[in-house]
């Protein structure tokens, strides 16, 4: 049904307003993090700062140990969301395509996975990692981050592979294409909206874990950038400047990945509507 005019305007104007309480925190944390401390503290509401310094950019990138940090973060998440993604197809093409005993009761036990919270893991997770020798490295992180982004991939990826019609399959196989040659040339390049967007929640999900990174590792050298923004509070005192610029250079990476894979999400989605 057509919406008058006054119907969109109104729709328009709620949206904006709903833009703009989520992107306020964000701008909050940018302006902050270009206030000097006396600033930062001051009972005066300044939304747009008189003054600005990158002092706290400063002092956050010449921390020592960001780069150490950082390095370790990008090594988990992107192995993280890598073996997710690998593992997350070869378990939803068979279980969209086959037909087995025992299918829906793996289906529901990875529903089942998905919905733990992740915090009641802790302590077995943390006595299976001490019993295998695996405390304080990072294989052990990212397989726990791997874990942690295999039910929910699994899950999507499921999903997608189901809209894509089986029909598209056999008809390759029928002019010559072997079944792996039919997923790899018919089904993969349909999914690839699929994996992308998996991936931007898995990347999330492992870029912002704090608790097991903090628990887990707990030598510095091996810790990840979450942990590393705790640093900037002390028992005295907390460098409230230092770590809003913090969370902005936190934000980069994460905000870098979105955009790259929301581009090849966007060409891929108007690429399949205009195919037919």
Do not use: H
């Amino acid at each position: 049904m057509r919406k008058s005019l006054t119907q969109r305007i109104g729709l328009g104007t709620l949206g904006v307003v709903v833009a703009l309480l989520f992107v306020f925190p964000t701008y909050w944390m940018f302006t902050s993090s270009l206030k000097t401390p006396g600033q930062v503290l001051s009972p005066d509401y300044d939304l747009v700062p008189l003054s600005v310094t990158f002092d706290n950019f400063v002092s956050a990138l010449t921390k020592p140990g960001f780069t150490t940090y950082l390095a370790n973060s990008l090594i988990v998440t992107l192995g993280a969301v890598l073996c997710s993604l690998v593992a997350g197809v070869l378990a939803a093409v068979p279980l969209s395509r086959m037909r087995f005993r025992g299918r829906k009761g793996f289906l529901l036990l990875v529903l089942v996975a998905q919905l733990a919270p992740f915090e009641a893991l802790l302590i077995p997770m943390y006595l299976l990692m001490r019993d295998a020798g695996l405390l304080n490295q990072l294989p052990s992180l990212l397989l726990v981050y791997f874990a942690a982004t295999l039910p929910f991939t699994c899950w999507m990826l499921y999903g997608f592979v189901n809209g894509i019609p089986y029909d598209l399959e056999e008809a390759a196989m029928i002019d010559g294409c072997s079944r792996a040659g039919a997923f790899r040339r018919v089904t993969l390049p349909l999914l690839a909206p699929g994996l992308v967007t998996t991936s931007v929640f898995s990347f999330i999900t492992a870029w912002n874990e704090f608790l097991f990174a903090f628990v887990f590792m707990r030598d510095q050298n091996k810790q990840t950038l979450p942990v590393w923004l705790s640093s900037f509070r002390t028992a005295f005192s907390v460098d409230w400047g230092g770590i809003m610029a913090a969370s902005v250079i936190y934000a980069v990476p994460a905000l870098v990945f979105f955009i790259i894979v929301q581009r090849k999400l966007v060409s891929n989605l108007t690429a399949g509507a205009v195919k037919g």
